[in-house]
């Protein structure tokens, strides 16, 4: 099925060892009006509520205002699925997700917009629904707008002050990559959620951050730090382990 041909394709690799790697698999989402059918990019997510893999890609149909992202995953059935886009009066596209304890999985994307914004989806007979009263909200958080940027999105593994937290890492300059900023939210009961404080990633405004990863470490020393793998310059990608107790700190001066 791999040709040369303008478009692109998906394909599954899976490996129990991190060593030994299966012969891909491909994976037919993409419909014939869609020019590419793209991943995330990123890493994928866990929904432990509904026991499914989860993952983040858009749609582009040749012009800027045509990406729309949306949720990929396995169904039982062994076919993947595909939600209906993310957004409907926007663009979107490069997302991160994270899955709340109650199982709703919250989709931060690139917009052309300068703040954060964010659209859940809840498990509805087998599928991920957008949730229509939670499609395009606007946080208290600053991304770069324009072209946009790739961002990306983890739960933290422990509450704080009994909250859960969602950390967000984006370049923050409008039209620019650059002020790289994790913000750290705090998820109220009723599923809304704050800024409650932010950690500088690059004190020189005008430095460059653009595409990145971040997960939190579990294991060593280092449990419970962040672990951010960032591009720091056009073709310079660098690994940076952040203290937990750094990106918290004015969260926890508030408290005390």
Known sequence: ??????????????????????????????????SAFLIGPGSGTYDSVHDNMVFTAYSYSGSASSQKT????????????RSEPATTDVWSSEAAA?????GTVRVFYRSGSSILCY???????GEYVRDEKNT?????????AGN???????MYTEKVNGKEMIFVATPTTSNSRSNGYISAFSVNADGTMELATSYDITPDSNEYYAYSCMSILTQGSKAGDV????????AGIRY???????VLAELKEVVQ
């Open 1 to 34: 099925p791999y040709q040369v041909y303008p478009t692109n394709y998906l394909y599954l690799t899976t490996s129990t060892d991190g060593l030994n790697w299966s012969a891909p698999q491909l994976i037919v989402a993409k419909t014939a009006s869609e």
């Open 70 to 81: 949306c949720l990929l995953w396995a169904g039982d059935d062994g076919v993947w699925h």
């Open 98 to 102: 994270v899955v709340l304890e109650d």
């Open 119 to 125: 659209t859940d989806y809840l498990w509805v007979d």
């Open 136 to 144: 395009s909200v606007s946080t208290d958080a600053a991304k770069n």
């Open 148 to 154: 946009g940027c790739m961002l990306t999105a983890v």
């Open 227 to 234: 672990a951010l793998f960032w591009e720091d310059e056009a």
């Open 240 to 246: 940076d382990v952040i203290d937990i107790d750094d």
